[in-house]
């Protein structure tokens, strides 16, 4: 299987966003959005596997407690099939547990930071995923 690393002219997506909160999802999604990012959300890494099998995804922004498989799961299969994009979990439950878990995770952070934090940090990473 070709990954979409290798596919220059695989559709680019700025921000993918796997959480099962939906609604928080949605809302994030659309502020960036509104910063002209290109962005897609999808409820579980399941669903996530298939978007980054098609598209070139700069930054994952990931829940860690969804159904199925862990977001530090996720970010570990993203960290080694495609290693230059950024990789963060979002998550409600952010402490020092998670932290050990995370190891392939560019940044933790807990979603009841400002929401304007948030967005600086994803936008702070989308740059980052677009240095060479």
């Not at 799961?73 to 963060?88: F, I, T």
């Not at 979002?90 to 995370?102: G, M, P, Y």
């Not at 933790?108 to 060479?132: C, G, W």
Request: proline share 7%.
């Amino acid at each position: 299987m070709t990954s979409s690393a290798s596919l220059p002219s695989a559709p680019a997506i700025d921000v993918l966003i796997v959480d099962d909160n939906e609604e928080y999802a949605r809302v994030l999604g659309r502020l960036l959005q509104r910063d002209g990012l290109t962005v897609r959300t999808e409820p579980s890494a399941l669903h996530a596997y298939r978007v980054l099998e098609r598209y070139r995804v700069l930054v994952v922004a990931t829940d860690q407690l969804m159904p199925g498989p862990l977001g530090s799961k996720l970010l570990e299969s993203v960290a080694a099939r495609w290693p230059r994009c950024r990789r963060l979990i979002l998550s409600a439950f952010a402490n020092s547990e998670l932290f050990a878990e995370a190891t392939q995770a560019h940044r933790v952070l807990d979603k009841s930071l400002p929401t304007p934090t948030i967005l600086s940090v994803i936008m702070e990473e989308h740059s980052r995923a677009q240095e060479p």
